[in-house]
């Protein structure tokens, strides 16, 4: 059998089964389309995630409180109020140390003409742009 006539056969066999055919055609069709969208997705994922890390910084340590316990409750670890300005100078004198940018939260009123809110705050000073930046 030569390569034209195996090529005449298979052309009769798909013009006599349209239907299978078109169905056939149809399956390929969204299967390739579905990879590409997986494989698409992922990717932009993974240069979202990997955008944001980079953006944290790659030499950044944040120091943080540790937990403490109220009435037989574990608040968490942050929440114990422990660290003063004093430990963020003590860490700015460190060596190697560039910048530090001591944080604070606490809870309280905020006012905006006639409406207010309660509401937890938090600040930092001015070296934090640099850091994060």
Same mark, same amino acid.
């Given at each position: $059998?030569?390569?034209?006539?195996?090529?005449?056969?298979?052309?009769?066999?798909?013009?006599?089964?349209? $239907?299978?055919?078109?169905?056939?055609?149809?399956? $390929?069709?969204?299967?390739?389309?579905?990879?590409?969208t997986m494989v698409a997705?992922?990717?932009?994922?993974?240069?979202?995630?990997?955008?944001?890390?980079?953006?944290?910084?790659?030499n950044m340590i944040m120091?943080?409180?540790?937990?403490?316990?109220?009435?037989?409750?574990?608040?968490?670890?942050?929440?114990?109020?422990?660290?003063?300005?004093?430990?963020?100078?003590?860490?700015?004198?460190v060596p190697g140390v560039?910048?530090?940018?001591?944080?604070?939260?606490?809870?309280?009123?905020?006012?905006?003409?006639?409406?207010?809110?309660?509401?937890?705050?938090?600040?930092?000073?001015?070296?934090?742009?640099?850091?994060?930046?």
């Open positions: $059998m030569t390569f034209l006539m195996i090529l005449r056969i298979a052309l009769k066999a798909l013009s006599r089964n349209k $239907m299978r055919t078109a169905l056939t055609m149809l399956g $390929m069709i969204i299967g390739v389309a579905a990879v590409i997705l992922g990717t932009g994922a993974q240069t979202s995630i990997e955008a944001q890390i980079q953006s944290a910084g790659t120091v943080s409180a540790g937990n403490f316990s109220q009435g037989g409750v574990r608040q968490g670890q942050g929440n114990a109020s422990t660290l003063t300005p004093e430990d963020a100078a003590a860490i700015r004198d560039l910048y530090v940018a001591a944080s604070q939260n606490t809870l309280g009123q905020m006012i905006a003409g006639n409406l207010n809110w309660n509401t937890q705050l938090e600040g930092t000073d001015v070296d934090y742009p640099l850091i994060s930046g």
